[in-house]
C-alpha cells in the first residue's frame, strides 16, 4: 500500500540559503471512536471539552502538556469501525461507492484508515489512547508503508508493561515502531517521552539521556533486568546514580 501523493513536490537545494529545520513536536493521539475525525487542540482546557478527564485521552494530553518542553499543540485522531461517509461523485449528484481501499489498498475502515486519511496532515508521532494489538499493527502497517514511495515520514511510540509485554515481537519487523517498556501502565510514559525529548530543532537532542518525565516514575530495575528488556529492543525509564 502506498498513499498516493495529493500534490506534486518540487525540492530545490541551496547551499547558501538553507531552509529552516523542521518541528518534529507534532503528536496525535489516536483513539476509538464513533466516527472518523482529525481535531486540533492548543491547551488541555480545550481537550476537556471533547473528552471527560477519566478518558485515557485527556490523561494522555495532560501528561503531554505538563512536559517542560512541551509542544504549543496536539492532534487527536478518531478512528471507527464503520467505513467513513462516501464522496459525493460529480456524477449528476450521484453518492458514489468508496472505492478507495480497492484502488490504493487502504483499509476499509478502523485506525489504519484514519491513518491513511489524514496521512498528510500537522502530524509525525503516532501514539494510542489504549492498547488493542489489532489496531497497534493495524496502524504501523499504514505507518511503514504509506508514503514517500514506501520509506513513510510518520513513526509510532507504543508503550508496553506487565500485561501486553510479549505482544512486542510483533512489532519488531516494522523500522518504524520503537517500543517502550514501562512497569506502571497507568502512566503514559511514551506520551511524556513524545512530548519532552522530541525536538523544534531536528537532530539537536535525543531522548537516550532524557530525564525528569514529569508524571512518570523512573524504573528501579537492576542491571540484568535493564539489560534483558533492551536485548528485547525495548527501552526503559530508569534511575542511574542520581540520574534518569
Known amino acids: 500500500m502506498i498513499i498516493p501523493k495529493i500534490t506534486d513536490v518540487y525540492v530545490s537545494i541551496d547551499i547558501e540559503h538553507p531552509?529552516?529545520?523542521?518541528?518534529?513536536?507534532?503528536?496525535?493521539?489516536?483513539?476509538?471512536?464513533?466516527?472518523?475525525?482529525?481535531?486540533?487542540?492548543?491547551?488541555?482546557?480545550?481537550?476537556?471539552?471533547?473528552?471527560?478527564?477519566?478518558?485515557?485521552?485527556?490523561k494522555?494530553?495532560?501528561?503531554?502538556?505538563?512536559?517542560?518542553?512541551?509542544?504549543?499543540?496536539?492532534?487527536v485522531i478518531t478512528y471507527s469501525d464503520k467505513a467513513p461517509a462516501p464522496m459525493v461523485s460529480s456524477?449528476?449528484?450521484?453518492?458514489?461507492?468508496?472505492?478507495?481501499?480497492?484502488?490504493?489498498?487502504?483499509?476499509?475502515?478502523?485506525?489504519?484508515r484514519a491513518a491513511f486519511d489524514y496521512f498528510y496532515n500537522d502530524w509525525e508521532i503516532a501514539i494510542m489512547s489504549d492498547y488493542n494489538k489489532n489496531d497497534a499493527l493495524a496502524l504501523a502497517d499504514v505507518i511503514e508503508h504509506g508514503g514517500y514511495d514506501g520509506k513513510g515520514f510518520h513513526f509510532m511510540l507504543q508503550q508496553f508493561g506487565p500485561s501486553n509485554a510479549s505482544d512486542h515481537v510483533e512489532f519488531d519487523k516494522y523500522n518504524r515502531v520503537w517500543q517502550f517498556y514501562h512497569s506502571k501502565e497507568d502512566?503514559?510514559?511514551?506520551?511524556?517521552?513524545?512530548?519532552?525529548?522530541?525536538?523544534?530543532?531536528?537532530?539537536?537532542?535525543?531522548?537516550?539521556?532524557?530525564?525528569?518525565?514529569?508524571?512518570?516514575?523512573?524504573e528501579e530495575l537492576n542491571a540484568a533486568q535493564i539489560m534483558d528488556l533492551e536485548n528485547q529492543g525495548l527501552i526503559c525509564y530508569v534511575t542511574k546514580g542520581e540520574s534518569f
Do not use: C, H, R
Not at 66 to 75: G, L, M, N, T, V
Open 91 to 112: 456524477n449528476n449528484g450521484q453518492v458514489a461507492n468508496d472505492d478507495v481501499a480497492t484502488k490504493f489498498g487502504a483499509p476499509a475502515s478502523g485506525i489504519g
Open 19 to 58: 531552509q529552516a529545520a523542521k518541528d518534529l513536536k507534532k503528536i496525535a493521539i489516536f483513539t476509538k471512536g464513533n466516527q472518523e475525525s482529525f481535531k486540533t487542540y492548543l491547551m488541555l482546557e480545550d481537550v476537556m471539552a471533547d473528552f471527560d478527564v477519566n478518558t485515557s485521552v485527556y
Open 187 to 218: 502512566e503514559y510514559y511514551v506520551a511524556a517521552l513524545a512530548s519532552e525529548a522530541t525536538s523544534a530543532i531536528v537532530g539537536q537532542q535525543s531522548w537516550k539521556f532524557v530525564s525528569d518525565l514529569n508524571n512518570v516514575t523512573p
Open 60 to 75: 494522555m494530553a495532560e501528561t503531554i502538556f505538563s512536559q517542560d518542553d512541551a509542544p504549543e499543540a496536539i492532534q
